[in-house]
C-alpha cells in the first residue's frame, strides 16, 4: 500500500488509475483553486500559465484532459486548441474550454473545433469542474478500449 493510496482512502477518495489533467490558465489564483479542488479528488494535475507553455506540456506530459483558458498570453487558447487538434499527438486528447466568456459565437467556435464542452468559470465550481473530470475521463477510456 502506498501512501498515496492511504491518503486517498482517509480522503474517502476510491482507488483509481492516476488520471492526469493539465489545467492551460493565467490566473494563478484560478489555478490553484482549481488545482486544489481537482488534487484533493485524486487527479494529478499540471499547471501552465501561458498558451506556450500549455502546448508543450500537452506534447510532452499526454495528458488524459485539458482544460482550457481562451485568454492567455502567448497563445490564445484557440491558437492552443488549433495546434492541438493539427498534432496527431494531441489531437485525440479531451480538451474543456473554461474560460470568463459566455458569447454564443464563442462557444461555437469551441465546439467546431473539437472540445467536450465550453464552461464559463462563473457558472461552475471547483467541485462540478472535478465531478465533470471523472466523467469525462471515463467516456473517453472507454472510447479508447473499444478502438
Given amino acids: 500500500m502506498t501512501l498515496e493510496s492511504i491518503e486517498r482512502d482517509a480522503r474517502g477518495v476510491p482507488d483509481k488509475p492516476e488520471i492526469t489533467v493539465l489545467l492551460i490558465e493565467d490566473d494563478e489564483v484560478t489555478a490553484e483553486m482549481y488545482q486544489q479542488q481537482l488534487e484533493h479528488d485524486g487527479y494529478r494535475v499540471i499547471v501552465a500559465h501561458d498558451g506556450v507553455a500549455g502546448l508543450a506540456t500537452a506534447q510532452r506530459d499526454a495528458p488524459d484532459l485539458i482544460y482550457l483558458d481562451l485568454r492567455l498570453p502567448g497563445l490564445d487558447g484557440f491558437e492552443v486548441l488549433e495546434r492541438l487538434r493539427a498534432n496527431p499527438l494531441t489531437m485525440p486528447t479531451p480538451v474543456v474550454i473554461l474560460t470568463n466568456y459566455s458569447e454564443p459565437e464563442l462557444r461555437a467556435r469551441g465546439l467546431h473545433l473539437g472540445t467536450l464542452e465550453f464552461l464559463v468559470k462563473a457558472?461552475?465550481?471547483?467541485?462540478?469542474?472535478?465531478?465533470?473530470?471523472?466523467?469525462?475521463?471515463?467516456?473517453?477510456?472507454?472510447?479508447?478500449?473499444l478502438s
Fill in 123 to 145: 457558472h461552475v465550481t471547483p467541485g462540478q469542474l472535478s465531478q465533470s473530470t471523472g466523467r469525462w475521463t471515463v467516456a473517453r477510456a472507454d472510447l479508447t478500449t
